[in-house]
């Protein structure tokens, strides 16, 4: 008798949203109609969300994929020999040996290396597969030698402020204090990014690998992952993960047999952006209303509860495990000048091949949007990039030279944030989206400081007017100068990044804040 | 007939001391009122004040300050669109207008017969794969006209 076959189907949810369910049960029913034994692994994504859903079907070693496949697509691929002989199905939908994709051939994957290969719920693949690697070279480096590779690694938060990772976990060791606490940043509230949800949905056990080497490293106990709401199924797989990794000993009073004790917890946000602030998020964690605190006191003096508390993005926490187990020295080889190491950039909006493209800093935007992303999904010509979600600026093609690192963004006046770039085609209007910039701020400020409360919907209001032809050029000085204020006066990112959106659409798309002006009907 | 049960202090109580044990336990408490009942209701409020020992205002002010805090009952069905920039840039805004016309509500109403209410939601991380929705928990996307009219006719069911 031979060994089922091993057929793939993401249980991301951006595949499931696309019908990943319904191909998973259609798969199943045709492989009981013609007798084959198949074991359906729902793995998590690969990340070529263009192909979603990618079923794929594993032959003497090698992973043939076929994507996007619909449910009504599955008896044709089946009769076509997708189970028996999947190299020699040919069609629209064959993309052949998954890993030899061009798409992942390019990568250069250490974050996301298991991310769709594995299940991600099976703490034996996550072993089979390198995890926890990293944990037991972390116990024999003590917590002063985590501190110091992670340090060396070059590691910056990749939550968007891009503060140094090692330097923060060095200030909660050395501040005294009987509970200390690892809090996961998974508030992952911009547009246009998705790569801590699908690591989460993906390959949650390193998350879970991640922050239990932090919390040995300064010696906190307690963890908490803080999830938004509108990603229900990560909350769920984190969950489970959770249970499973503790059940193993990998969490709870004797990590690992040692004598550190790490328990962890997932927490559900409530639909607030502003919670994706880190003195925002301890305060929600807290019970209370998601009101920024002023700085300092830092977190990592007096955080969660007023405890000393690491707050770490899910990106930064999920490249320790690597970190710990390859060396620092290996992670900082890849990147350019301060930024250090991969970011796992996603390319989303009005984009041909959306999707999660990891790679070392220093690729340009141009070769991203162009090269990579393929231009627009709508076959137009780009007109703008928004990097960095609600909070980043747009940039012109003019601008794609421009290399992907923390540096090189701020000297344009633009912000890498959180990795996510949003394509716009030639119909998008610049003047609504500066609007809508404005709009999101004060529909999410959580009202502590007046320049974000009140300044956004000033904002808001003085760009309808621009939009309506109403004094233009006056407008537009009021516009930047509450711009500054802003962004030298608001508390928090929230309301001093909201101009960059706003400005950047009026400096490199003038015309659209002018149309109404060119042409009277069109304010009607 | 109602998934959700009626209010009963009691039960809110119930649901209180279940979470007890958990470090700043108000967000929970609130996720599980609103599982329980739909929403929060009102005089969930001191209920929840008294057994966690803070001020009524306290409470009222966190059930307010969050998007995903209910204080009255929502429709059967909840459609949520996505109206975030990913979204925006594949037409999300001609949808949403489409799926106002249908339904006859607009974005934070519910129709008068309580069938659906239709809310915005900023982002739900399927931004290579938009326009995107959520009903009813179930997340849809690529959404084009003609699934915007599946899915105003699922509501109608």
């Known amino acids: 008798m031979s060994a089922a076959i091993r057929v793939f189907v993401p249980s991301d949810a951006a595949a499931r949203a696309c019908g990943a369910d319904e191909v998973a049960i259609a798969l199943r029913a045709e492989a009981q109609r013609i007798g084959v034994d198949i074991d359906l692994v729902r793995n998590g994504s690969r990340g070529m969300l263009w192909l979603e859903p990618l079923v794929e079907v594993e032959s003497a070693g090698v992973r043939y994929g076929f994507g996007p496949v619909e449910a009504s697509d599955v008896p044709g691929l089946v009769a076509a020999g997708l189970f028996t002989a999947p190299a020699s199905v040919s069609g629209p939908l064959a993309i ?4 030899e994709h061009p798409f992942l051939a390019a990568q250069q994957r250490l974050t996301f290396a298991r991310c769709g290969v594995t299940d991600p719920l099976s703490l034996d693949d996550y072993i089979a597969y390198g995890g926890y690697k990293g944990l037991q070279r972390a ?31 060095k200030t909660v060791h050395d501040t005294p204090g009987a509970q200390k606490y690892i809090v996961c940043n998974a508030d992952e509230g911009d547009s246009g990014t998705f790569a801590d949800r699908m690591i989460m949905e993906g390959d949650p056990f390193q998350l879970i690998e991640g922050m239990t080497i932090a919390g040995i490293a300064v010696g906190a106990t307690r963890g908490y992952i803080y999830c938004r709401s509108e990603y229900p199924d990560a ?12 059940r193993a000993g990998f969490l709870g009073a004797r990590v690992y047999g040692t004598d550190h004790a790490f328990e962890l917890e997932i927490r559900e946000g409530a639909g607030a952006y502003v919670c994706g602030e880190e003195t925002s998020l301890l305060e929600s964690l807290e019970g209370k209303r998601g009101l920024v605190r002023a700085k300092p006191p830092l977190p990592a003096h007096k955080g969660l509860f007023g405890r000393p508390t690491v707050i770490n993005n899910v990106l930064s926490l999920t490249a320790v495990p690597h970190i710990l187990a390859d060396g620092a020295a290996f992670y900082a080889d890849y990147g350019m000048g301060r930024s250090r190491g991969t970011m796992p950039v996603q390319l989303a909006g009005n984009i041909r091949y959306g999707g999660l493209f990891e790679i070392a800093f220093g690729i340009t935007l141009g070769e991203l949007v162009e090269k990579i992303g393929g231009g627009t999904a709508s076959g137009r010509p780009v007109k703008a990039v928004q990097v960095g979600g609600p909070l980043g600026a747009y940039f012109p093609p003019a601008l794609f030279d421009t290399p992907f690192d923390y540096e090189s963004f701020a000297k344009r006046d633009g912000l890498i944030g959180h990795g996510g770039i949003v394509v716009f085609d030639d119909t998008a209007d610049m003047a609504l989206q500066a609007r809508f910039a404005f709009e999101f701020c004060a529909i999410e400020s959580c009202g502590k400081c007046t320049p974000c409360r009140i300044g956004s919907t000033r904002g808001k209001e003085t760009v309808e007017k621009i939009i309506a032809g109403e004094d233009v050029d006056r407008n537009l000085e009021v516009i930047a100068d509450l711009s500054n204020t802003m962004k030298f006066g608001s508390l928090c990112a929230l309301g001093g990044f909201t101009p960059y959106p706003v400005t950047s659409a009026i400096a490199h798309f003038p015309d659209d804040f002018r149309r109404s002006a060119r042409l009277p009907a069109a304010a009607e | 007939m109602s998934r959700h049960e009626t209010f009963s202090a009691a039960r809110t109580r119930d649901i209180v001391s279940a979470h007890l044990d958990l470090e ?13 009942f739909g929403f929060v209701p009102e005089a969930a409020v001191p209920v929840i004040a008294e057994e966690l020992n803070l001020s009524r205002a306290e409470v009222h002010g966190v059930v307010t300050f969050y998007h995903d805090f209910h204080r009255a009952p929502q429709g059967r069905h909840v459609l949520k669109l996505c109206q975030a ?8 805004r001609e949808l949403t207008a489409q799926a106002e016309r249908a339904l006859g509500v607009g974005i934070g109403e519910t129709s008068p017969d309580g069938r659906v209410t239709l809310e915005a939601i900023y982002c739900l991380g399927l931004c290579a794969t938009g326009p995107a929705a959520m009903i009813d928990g179930r997340l849809v996307g690529r959404l084009t006209p003609a699934k915007i009219d599946g899915l105003c006719a699922e509501v109608d069911r």
């Open chain 2, 85 to 92: 920039e990913a979204c925006q840039s594949l037409g999300c």
């Open chain 1, 96 to 99: 052949g040996p998954v890993a």
């Open chain 1, 235 to 246: 909350i769920a797989t984190m969950r489970a993960a959770i249970v499973t990794a503790r």
């Open chain 2, 24 to 36: 700043g336990p108000l967000l929970p408490i609130l996720h599980a009122v609103q599982e329980a």
């Open chain 1, 139 to 169: 116990l024999a480096l003590g917590p002063l030698g985590i501190v110091e590779e992670v340090t060396k690694s070059g590691l910056r938060g990749r939550g968007g402020a891009g503060f140094p990772t090692g330097i923060k976990w």
